[in-house]
Antibody, heavy 123, light 109 residues
Framework: VQLVESGGGLVQPGKSLRLSCKAS????????MNWVRQAPGKGPEWLSY????????FYADSVKGRFTISRDDAKDSVYLDMSNLRAEDTAVYFC?????????????????WGQGTQVTVSS | DIRLTQSPSSLSSSVGDRVTLTCRAN??????LNWYQQKPGRAPKLLVY???TLQSGVPSRFTGSGFGTDFTLTINSLQPEDFATYYC???????????FGQGTKVEMK
């Protein structure tokens, strides 16, 4: 299993950016995918989830209305379109695969992560 | 929102020590608790899921325990490669509102 992110960089406040994550080593279309970010010195923050077939989709409140997750199963890729970027969006952005285990209910776990891509929002 | 509080925020230990890290949730989360290890410049790596199940390939010196609101990750006989930051993560809620703790950094004494 390998996940490789790209698309990060330095962007001005209010601008947009698209992140990509290319998957390999597993049947991508069958898996739930996520974006998670980590600001300097902080714990990870879950941002967005997309199910197989792109339904359902969920977002954290911190990015709802500004970020859009999508997937292209033909390209084994998941994307994060980020708009109206703010300084507080500065972080390393990871894509992560989630899998489930049944133990007194459904347990979700991020079992594979990409290496991350740095997004810096600054004028 | 479910909040996770990890303690301590950092600790200093020596190779061979037994180390115990704690994660407390502000509400009951049954066994919906995972632990990750992160080294500088790297992605988090899943160590333990469902509070106590070791991920495939993770050394048996790592042990997770707990249920409800209080959880621990124990590292028996700390190895040089274990110096890292450890995060707990709750995945009880769906639709996702999954959250992480703020981390415990294990440093070399």
């Amino acid at each position: 299993v390998q996940l490789v992110e790209s698309g990060g960089g330095l962007v001005q406040p209010g601008k947009s950016l698209r992140l990509s994550c290319k998957a390999s080593g597993f049947t991508f279309s069958r898996y739930e995918m996520n974006w998670v970010r980590q600001a300097p010195g902080k714990g990870p923050e879950w941002l967005s989830y997309i199910a197989p077939g792109a339904d359902p989709i969920f977002y954290a409140d911190s990015v709802k209305g500004r970020f859009t997750i999508s997937r292209d199963d033909a390209k084994d890729s998941v994307y994060l379109d980020m708009s109206n970027l703010r300084a507080e969006d500065t972080a390393v952005y990871f894509c992560a695969r989630v899998t489930t285990t049944m133990v007194d209910g459904v347990i979700y776990k991020f079992d594979h992560w990409g290496q991350g891509t740095q997004v810096t929002v600054s004028s | 929102d479910i909040r996770l509080t990890q303690s301590p925020s950092s600790l200093s230990s020596s190779v061979g020590d037994r180390v115990t890290l704690t994660c407390r949730a502000n509400q009951e989360i049954n066994a919906c608790l995972n632990w990750y290890q992160q080294k500088p410049g790297r992605a988090p790596k899943l160590l333990v899921y469902a509070a106590s199940t070791l991920q495939s390939g993770v050394p048996s010196r790592f042990t997770g325990s707990g249920f409800g609101t209080d959880f621990t990750l124990t590292i028996n006989s700390l190895q040089p490669e274990d110096f890292a930051t450890y995060y707990c993560h709750q995945s009880c809620s769906f639709p996702p509102g999954w959250t992480f703790g703020q981390g415990t950094k294990v440093e070399m004494k």
